[in-house]
């Protein structure tokens, strides 16, 4: 299995955009998880899916901030507008059926917002 | 609010000997425990899983969970400059929350 894919790997955009990332999950993984990373924060859980079905999305920031999963294999994650505060490295990862383990983590996206 | 409090660091070990890493955490409803390795620029990498009291062991890791006092741990057992990285220490009821990691140095 190639793993949990995320693109685009950089982002480098202006505040006020529009900014999409994208994640592919590991084939039969049920749960599907968005994650930011910050020095001062560490890892946030943003927001997750169980069988595409969003289940908690208490640690979105802010309306700017939206997550689909229209299907098994594919989820995004969208900022509009950007600010420079969102710059971080966004990592989705997933996890089987069962909800007891442990997540596959993919490259994530490092985006910076200028 | 569910919490995994680790120390920081860094920790600095010789090479060669044992590293010693800590959490604790608040939701004792917690069944799932996790160490993580993040290396610098990099994904975290899950290396160690544990699910009931008491020691498990993988090769040079040793995760020890003590449900009744909410901590867990990882000893690495003969360190190498390569487990220089930070550990993320994680539980899981329905979603894994993190620790803000440590951040271990071998010292050649």
């Known amino acids: 299995d190639a793993g949990v894919i995320q693109s685009p790997r950089h982002e480098v955009t202006e505040m006020g955009q529009e900014v999409t990332l994208r994640c592919k999950p590991i084939?039969?993984?049920?749960?599907l998880f968005w994650y930011r990373q910050t020095m001062m924060r560490g890892l946030e859980l943003l927001i997750y899916?169980?069988?595409?079905?969003?289940?908690?999305d208490s640690g979105m920031p802010e309306d700017r901030f939206s997550a689909k999963m229209p299907n098994a294999s594919f989820s995004t994650l969208k900022i509009q507008p950007s600010e420079p505060r969102d710059s971080a490295v966004y990592f989705c990862?997933?996890?089987?059926?069962?909800?007891?383990?442990?997540?596959?983590f993919g490259s994530g996206t490092r985006l910076t917002v200028v | 609010q569910k919490e995994v409090e680790q120390n920081s660091g860094p920790l600095s070990v010789p090479e060669g000997a044992i590293a010693s890493l800590n959490c604790t955490y608040s939701?004792?409803?917690?069944?799932?425990f996790f160490w993580y390795r993040q290396y610098s620029g990099k994904s975290p990498e899950l290396i160690m899983s544990?699910?009931?009291?008491g020691d498990k062991e993988d090769g040079r890791f040793t995760a020890q969970l003590n449900k009744a006092s909410q901590y867990v741990s990882l000893l690495i057992r003969d360190s190498q400059p390569s487990d220089s990285a930070t550990y993320l220490c994680?539980?899981?009821?329905?979603?894994?929350?993190f620790g803000k990691g440590t951040r271990l140095h071998i010292l050649p």
């Open positions: 990862a997933s996890s089987p059926p069962g909800g007891g383990y442990g997540y596959t």
């Open positions: 544990i699910y009931s009291n």
């Open positions: 994680a539980s899981r009821d329905d979603k894994i929350i």
């Open positions: 939701d004792r409803v917690s069944q799932s």
């Open positions: 084939s039969g993984h049920d749960y």
């Open positions: 899916f169980n069988n595409n079905v969003p289940i908690d």
